[in-house]
Every structure is written in C-alpha cells, then in structure tokens.
C-alpha cells in the first residue's frame, strides 16, 4: 500500500482561500449532474476558454471535456457514451480555438521543447498536435459521429472558437 503523502497547503494556500469565500457564500443550487441543455463540449484545456460563457450557458448547463487541443480521443469517446446514457448529453460540439499551441508544431516540436526546457524524455506518449485545425476538426467530428456506442440520434458539431475575439466559428464538417 502507498503511504498517503500530507496535502501540501502551501503550495495550495491561494486555492484553499478562495474555497473558504466560496463556501462562505454556497448555497446549494439543487443541480444534479444532467445536462439540463443536453449539450456536452469538447474543448481545450487552454484558460483563456470559458465554455460556459462561451455559449451563453450556466453550471448545470453543459458537460465540459478538456484536454490539450480539444481533441477526440478514447478517453472523451467513453465518457461520451457515459454523458448520452446517463447524463441527458443529446448534441455535441467540438471546440479547439485559435493560437493553440498544439496547433503550433508537429509531435516532435513538442518532445523536443519539453525535453529542452526540462531534460525529460516524453517520446512514450502522444500528444495529438494539430496540422490544419479544420481537417482535423472535421476528422474528429466524424469519430463522434462514427463511434458505434454512440447514439444514432447524437447530434455533433464543430467550431473554431477565437481567444483574441470572443466569436465562435461554426465550420461545416
């Protein structure tokens, strides 16, 4: 068995602040985890992105999936067909945005930075970089769409959000 290490609240003391406010003025809002618009996101990690507001929405709105260039992989697949099954998910739309550094550089761009800057060795995992965001928009739009435990009736989407702008671009796919 792993011996639990102790939290580190220093290094999280701004957070564990920000929660005492937070709690200080939580009320319960009676949300349960469905989707009350039946709309799951997929979008990046990137902070200059919030989905919500992004599509005039509220928590208890949407699911949010991120990941590092909005990509469609296993991983947000699964938890689809967890979101359409259980969670009330009936549309999807795929989100990556403008001035992404995945879409920045080919795999070993981002290998070789890394390993610049830290000295590790990240040529075991993939990345997932971006070459033509729209193609690949499109190519990740149709795995959705395509992904046989997925409902038929599952209504998918792509857009290109822009960071500098605010607009969300919907793109044909």
Do not use: W
């Amino acid at each position: 068995m792993v011996e639990p290490k102790k939290f580190p609240s220093e290094s999280f003391s701004d957070v564990l602040e920000a929660n005492k406010r937070h709690v200080g003025q939580f009320s319960d809002s009676g949300l349960t985890g469905f989707a009350r618009q039946g709309l799951a996101i997929v979008t990046c990690m990137d902070s200059r992105i919030d989905p919500l507001t992004v599509v005039g929405m509220t928590p208890g709105d949407v699911k949010i999936l991120r990941n590092a260039g909005a990509r469609v992989t296993q991983d947000v697949l699964r938890t689809l067909v967890l979101a359409t099954y259980l969670l009330g998910v009936e549309r999807v739309l795929v989100l990556p945005h403008t001035d992404c550094r995945m879409a920045k550089g080919d795999e070993s761009d981002i290998h070789r930075l890394i390993a610049e800057r830290s000295g590790v060795d990240t040529s075991s995992i993939r990345f997932e970089t971006v070459q033509d965001q729209r193609a690949q928009l499109a190519v990740d739009v149709d795995a959705i769409r395509t992904f046989p435990l997925l409902p038929q009736s599952l209504v998918v989407a792509g857009a290109i959000y822009d960071v500098h702008s605010g607009e969300m671009m919907p793109v044909d796919c």
